[in-house]
């Protein structure tokens, strides 16, 4: 019965359209909505989602391909990181741990958006049940067990999903034109990065939605067709390396090579056209929502959501930033091969969703150029740190997979190198350390602001 109530709770809080439709509804009750308005906005909230999850799923499917062509026409072989995949594995032997990492770990989140500075509520339950999985592995490697190992591992999670989007949150301002919306995807570091690349080599730089295309080409300015297109030709040629042999037998069940291709990458394009619809249906429902939530619950306290929320915002640079983030990746692994290290290939899925918003993020600070270089930094960023988060996992650092976000490579880094050179103790000390600082700077700050306030 017990297993039964932790699988049901893990399933709720790990899947963000019920995590959102939840949060959407707590919202409305505490304005005190009439019961139409409940209905509505909660329904809306949960169909958003829904809809932003079909979009990635058909994605992901066509992008799935995609990466075995590859593979197959330059014959590398070596760790692909994958969130879902190094997850799955760990959950075998770290479930229970993970399951109430994750639950406690987001009251944590809540405990510490309404007593710091750090107000910010992370809404993606996914990346947050992949976070509380690797903490939890860390943990368990360092020698913490049982309670101590739940409370330290809640702890983390709880600061993490405050701090990641709170660094976030100047680029947000800047992309998004206001202040109400946080950003939850655990690849913040390479975001960040792209955004302060930007700020570097963008002077002058006009924006990606601003490129000027000749009359004749005028249907590219549609960013659904820009990307068809764009995408038809990249898939086309990487079939072309892999043969014709090779697709068809392996992955179009017969279906002629190219037009397989060319399928694949308008499926590719109708993936990301459901995405950005999903995104305008969920912004429009639960922002005002969380109005409730900042009022009542945890004043002046913002959504952070998942990284497609940015997607409308520079269509063109959500492309611009997957070209120049797989090839960063690509240059990446060619280094690591000269270098003799382990060989982490460039992901397709992973320098998809964080390449498309790094693009974002750099296109915000540099236009053009700063979506471009941006990207190429986070697609080196998510290929490096896998190296070095690969020994500090224990015997999942030996699987062919790993976690493969900037901020889960961070994080995990600077945990399991504590772990390693002070064991569970030096662990608990920095993880309490941390969150006793967050209190206590929210504390002092609120103070001189108080007595400015009586001065005046």
């Keep these: 019965m017990g297993e039964r109530f932790l699988k049901l709770m893990m399933d709720i809080l790990s899947q963000p359209a019920v995590l959102v439709a939840l949060i959407s509804f707590i919202g409305l009750v505490l304005q005190k909505k009439s019961t139409s308005d409940i209905i509505k906005g909660t329904t809306k909230s949960f169909l958003g989602f829904i809809v932003i999850a079909a979009g990635a799923g058909i994605l992901v499917g066509s992008l799935d391909p995609f990466g075995k062509m590859f593979q197959e026409a330059f014959h590398v072989t070596g760790v692909v990181p994958n969130n879902e995949a190094i997850v799955a594995m760990a959950l075998t032997e770290y479930g229970s741990a993970t399951a109430f990492i994750m639950f406690f770990g987001m009251l944590a989140n809540i405990l510490i958006a309404?007593?710091?500075?750090?107000?910010?509520?992370?809404?993606?339950?996914?990346?947050?049940?992949?976070?509380?999985?690797?903490?939890?592995?860390?943990?368990?490697v360092s020698g913490l067990k049982g309670v101590p190992l739940v409370i330290i591992g809640s702890l983390a999670l709880g600061l993490i999903m405050a701090v990641f989007p709170a660094i976030c949150q100047p680029f947000m301002k800047k992309i998004t034109g206001t202040d109400a919306v946080g950003f939850g995807h655990f690849s913040s570091l390479g975001y960040v990065l792209s955004g302060l690349v930007g700020k570097v080599v963008g002077k002058g730089s006009r924006s990606t939605e601003k490129i000027n295309f000749p009359k004749g080409l005028g249907f590219l300015r549609d960013s659904s067709v820009t990307i068809a297109l764009t995408m038809t030709v990249l898939y086309v040629v990487i079939a072309l390396f892999a043969g014709p042999s090779y697709v068809e037998k392996e992955l179009s069940n017969g279906t002629h090579y190219l037009v397989f291709a060319i399928i694949q990458a308008v499926t590719f394009a109708a993936g990301v056209f459901i995405i950005?619809?999903?995104?305008?249906?969920?912004?429009?429902?639960?922002?005002?929502?969380?109005?409730?939530?900042?009022?009542?619950?945890?004043?002046?306290?913002?959504?952070?959501?998942?990284?497609?929320?940015?997607?409308?915002?520079?269509?063109?640079?959500?492309?611009?930033?997957?070209?120049?983030?797989?090839?960063?990746?690509?240059?990446?692994?060619?280094?690591?091969?000269?270098?003799?290290?382990?060989?982490?290939?460039?992901?397709?899925?992973?320098?998809?969703?964080?390449?498309?918003?790094?693009?974002?993020?750099?296109n915000a600070t540099g236009g053009?150029?700063?979506?471009?270089?941006?990207?190429?930094?986070?697609?080196?960023?998510?290929?490096?740190?896998?190296?070095?988060?690969l020994p500090v996992l224990g015997d999942l650092g030996f699987a062919n997979t790993t976690f493969s976000d900037s901020d889960f490579g961070a994080s995990g880094i600077v945990l399991g190198n504590i772990s390693k050179s002070f064991g569970a103790t030096g662990v608990t000390v920095t993880v309490v350390g941390l969150v006793l600082l967050a209190l206590l700077y929210g504390f002092f700050k609120k103070d001189k602001n108080d007595a400015a306030k009586i001065e005046a």
């Design 114 to 140: 309404r007593f710091t500075r750090l107000k910010y509520i992370f809404l993606t339950g996914h990346h947050t049940l992949y976070m509380a999985c690797m903490l939890a592995v860390i943990l368990v």
């Design 276 to 362: 950005l619809s999903g995104v305008r249906l969920v912004l429009a429902e639960i922002v005002p929502a969380f109005k409730g939530i900042s009022a009542r619950l945890v004043p002046n306290s913002k959504p952070a959501l998942d990284c497609p929320i940015v997607f409308p915002y520079a269509p063109n640079a959500v492309l611009i930033g997957f070209f120049c983030s797989f090839l960063g990746g690509i240059v990446g692994m060619i280094f690591l091969g000269f270098t003799g290290s382990v060989i982490i290939l460039p992901g397709v899925v992973p320098h998809f969703f964080t390449g498309a918003t790094a693009g974002v993020f750099g």
């Design 368 to 389: 053009i150029r700063g979506a471009t270089i941006g990207s190429f930094a986070n697609g080196l960023l998510i290929t490096f740190l896998p190296v070095f988060l």
